[in-house]
């Protein structure tokens, strides 16, 4: 016997798929590009992350003790969300300085693929500084306000070169308001940045460095530039 319920099920079954399509779109993975039949294992969410970390980096790897510390300390203040999978809550930031070529970037987001390891459930963004500022500066058709407080609450966010783009009023009061929100609400942000701690507080000025000192612990990174090889 066919009930309404039965008739419904394809809408039903349409609708979903609708706002799985929508989900994968906004984080950057194109549906079509997925397998038509259900894989026999479920993706993992470190695979899915990987579609969004840049190819040089998706294979990194947290080897500094400290980034290692790091993620053990992120994971165990993570809790139960309402699908019972922990996710992460508040916890401490970390500032991953040192020369260019270090390996900042790197540790970075081999920090997120050890988070994910961990079972955390993890939404991140990422982004350089040079490119949060043209992201976020005014232009007709985008609204520059939500896209600043989607990344002051993101449960985790790389801020990739802080202090490396050129700097003005405007630039220092967009870091000041998403370093703001983010040291008041303890989230956990990943900091990179090839300068000194004097010239980080001159780049982005006496506000930011003061909350900086106090939500992050500092890792100095050292060694020659990775990116240079000697001539043969």
Same mark, same amino acid.
């Given at each position: ?31 079509n590009a997925l397998p038509a ?83 955390? %459930? @993890?939404?991140?963004?990422?982004? /350089?500084?040079?490119?949060?500022? $043209?992201?976020? !500066?005014? #232009? *007709? ?58 010239a980080l507080r ?8 003061? %909350? @900086?000192?106090?939500?992050?612990? /500092?890792?100095?990174?050292?060694? $020659?530039?990775? !990116?240079? #090889? *000697?001539?043969?």
């Amino acid at each position: 016997m066919t009930t309404a319920a039965t008739r419904r099920e394809p809408q039903r079954i349409s609708s979903l798929a609708a706002r799985l399509g929508t989900i994968l779109a906004d984080r950057g993975i194109d549906a079509n590009a997925l397998p038509a039949e259900a894989p026999s294992e479920r993706v993992t969410a470190l695979e899915l992350a990987e579609a969004r970390i840049p190819p040089r980096y998706r294979h990194a790897l947290a080897d500094h003790q400290q980034v290692d510390a790091w993620v053990d300390e992120v994971a165990l203040a993570a809790r139960p969300g309402p699908s019972g999978t922990r996710g992460i809550a508040l916890g401490p930031s970390l500032l991953i300085a040192g020369p260019t070529g270090t390996g900042k970037t790197h540790q970075a987001y081999g920090a997120v693929r050890s988070l994910l390891t961990t079972g955390v %459930r @993890l939404r991140w963004e990422a982004a /350089t500084t040079a490119d949060l500022y $043209a992201r976020l !500066r005014p #232009r *007709p058709g985008h609204d520059a306000e939500r896209d600043l407080a989607a990344l002051s609450i993101c449960p985790l966010l790389i801020l990739d070169d802080l202090g490396a783009a050129k700097q003005s009023e405007w630039t220092e009061e967009i870091t000041y308001r998403l370093i703001n929100r983010r040291y008041t609400d303890l989230l956990p942000t990943l900091i990179t940045t090839n300068l000194p701690t004097a010239a980080l507080r001159d780049a982005v000025g006496d506000r930011v460095a003061s %909350r @900086l000192a106090e939500m992050t612990t /500092t890792v100095v990174l050292t060694g $020659a530039d990775r !990116r240079r #090889r *000697p001539n043969a």
